[in-house]
């Protein structure tokens, strides 16, 4: 995940809004280091792709529905 994080990065801006604060549930991958939510500005279309090389996507959270975009590793 950060491979993922840090080649971001290297693209602009990354709106990271959770990596193990919030409200996840106690066997969350964010307590794992492995999942990362972004605010809804974050390039989406960028960020699946760069994920997808380090074994990671998005999760069924929508921006619309959760006010973030989840993905996991």
Known sequence: ???????MSKKGSVPINALTDRCHTAYS???RGRAV?????VNLSLANSVAAKYGGAHSF????????WHFDF
Request: glycine share 0%; hydrophobic share 35%; proline share 0%.
């Open 1 to 7: 995940m950060m491979r993922f994080l840090y080649e």
């Open 61 to 68: 959270e929508r921006c619309a529905a959760n006010a973030h």
């Open 37 to 41: 939510d972004f605010s809804c500005s």
């Open 29 to 31: 991958n964010h307590y």
